[in-house]
């Protein structure tokens, strides 16, 4: 019983440690490519060529209101005014990750 365990055990160490389940660091090189792709062209370093003062510095997040992943989430699925409406564009997944992102960034300095 004891080597059916161990066996068990192995396994899913091995699977677990497989491209099927990537490292937080290529999650995060993947969302990174997704913001650049899909957002650093309004948004690059974290600022907004449209409105300067509503760029995606911390400051401007909490004063907005948008300092949260919940309400970036909406803005970026819904879209106001300038900014585009992405629902469509991108997966439920892919927007709660790239707004996950711009608070991490916000929170780096966009460094």
């Not at 989430?73 to 300038?82: E, I, P, W, Y």
Request: charged share 20%.
């Amino acid at each position: 019983m004891s080597k059916l365990i161990a066996i068990l055990v192995l396994t899913i160490a091995i699977f677990c440690s497989t491209s099927v389940f990537p490292s937080l660091a290529e999650q995060n090189t993947d969302v990174a490519t997704l913001f650049t792709n899909n957002c650093a062209g309004c948004h690059i370093n974290g600022g907004n060529i449209v409105r300067r003062g509503k760029n995606l510095k911390t400051k401007a997040l909490r004063k907005y209101g948008m300092d949260s992943v919940e309400a970036i989430s909406q803005l970026v699925a819904n879209g106001k005014n300038a900014m585009p409406a992405y629902q469509g564009r991108l997966t439920e997944q892919e927007i709660l990750d790239v707004s996950a992102y711009v608070l991490e960034q916000a929170d780096k300095g966009w460094k």
